[in-house]
């Protein structure tokens, strides 16, 4: 089960940061516009987030929207994986379930089994 959980994590991390990457990689260039090094993006122009995303898809194409998401994965992969096992057997801990479990299941107690 550990490996299950590692798995399902990492890849519940990754398949959710590709799907905000486009958004983050706006964000980041909005915030990088301000200091004028971004080619294009004029300091102090508001673009809306619609019109910034066509921007983008036009100038640069519509992967350009995920540039940068590989290392991102990268990165999200073993965190979502660790955060999602943490969570898992901790609720499990608190809960007394799983390997924490305090009873015998199957031992014949209570009529089961």
């Keep these: 089960p550990t490996s299950k959980l590692l798995l399902c994590g990492g890849v519940a991390g990754a398949f959710s940061k590709t799907c905000t990457a486009p958004l983050a990689r706006l ?7 301000s200091t004028g090094a971004v ?10 987030m619609l019109k910034a995303l066509a ?13 940068g ?9 073993p965190y979502s994986s660790i955060n999602f096992y943490a969570y898992e057997n901790i609720m499990d801990w608190l809960e007394g379930e799983g390997a924490y479990s305090t009873s015998n299941s199957g031992s014949g107690q209570n009529g089961e089994g």
């Design 69 to 77: 998401n590989g290392v991102t994965v990268l990165h999200r992969l």
């Design 55 to 67: 921007k983008i898809t036009r100038e640069e194409g519509v992967r350009a929207l995920w540039k």
């Design 27 to 33: 964000t980041i260039l909005r915030q990088l516009q």
């Design 39 to 48: 080619p294009g993006w004029v300091p102090g122009q508001n673009h809306g």
